[in-house]
């Protein structure tokens, strides 16, 4: 995945490395290691092909942010997803297009890695896109698609639009990379949590 616009694709220990996940014991929040756990495109894309869901933010009404969590797909490069075309957030998008995806994987401060890509959404009545949108998110969620699963996938994609995301700007960060000694399996209330579910 490349940004089509000026921005560019880096790390971000700023916006969502070391401050959101708070630094290691013995790490000063303020070093910069932006380089370092940037993540390639083939990683973003293993990130991306890997992860169940992703966060997605526009814009509501009023101004505050909308966020939702959503199945998607990656079609020629782009996040694609599907959605009612009532819903609140093609509503959103139809008004303004900004929108961000976050995709983002691990449980202890050394094997965090994520994706955050800004840029804007084009909301398409396009048959021919929403099909592939529709055969993508089926086989990413369900299974192989065969023509016997086309009743499904056409149900499923009744009153929807299809949806795909221009980025042009990309985050990321994988501390992976850092060469941190392993933290060792999540702990605290969170893991013992009723209904949490693993990764």
């Known amino acids: ?34 380089a370092q756990i940037t993540l390639t495109e083939g990683e973003i894309a293993e990130l991306l092909a890997g ?8 814009i509501g009404p ?7 969590a959503m199945w998607f797909a ?3 490069g782009d996040i694609c997803f599907e959605t009612k075309a009532k819903s609140q957030k093609a509503v959103n998008l139809r008004r303004d297009p900004r929108i961000t995806c976050l995709a983002e994987d691990g449980d202890v401060y050394d094997e965090l890695r994520g994706v955050a890509v800004e840029g804007r959404a084009e909301v398409s009545d396009d048959p021919d896109l929403l ?3 529709g055969v993508a998110v089926w086989e990413r969620y369900t299974g192989p698609y065969s023509e016997e699963m086309r009743p499904f996938v056409e149900a499923a994609l009744r009153k929807r639009v ?6 042009e700007r990309i985050r ?3 501390h992976r990379k850092l060469g941190l000694p392993s933290f060792g399996p999540a702990t605290g209330s969170t893991v013992t949590a009723p209904g949490r579910r693993p990764r």
């Open 1 to 34: 995945m490349t940004s089509n616009g000026s921005g560019t694709t880096s790390g971000s220990t700023d916006d969502a490395g070391e401050q959101a996940a708070g630094p290691p014991p013995g790490r000063s929040p303020g070093v910069n290691q932006r």
């Open 51 to 58: 992860v169940r869901s992703m966060t997605m933010g526009s």
């Open 62 to 68: 009023g101004g505050q942010p909308h966020l939702v």
């Open 74 to 76: 990656v079609i020629d």
């Open 131 to 133: 099909w592939r949108i």
């Open 162 to 167: 299809a949806v795909r995301v221009h980025a």
């Open 172 to 174: 990321s960060w994988d």
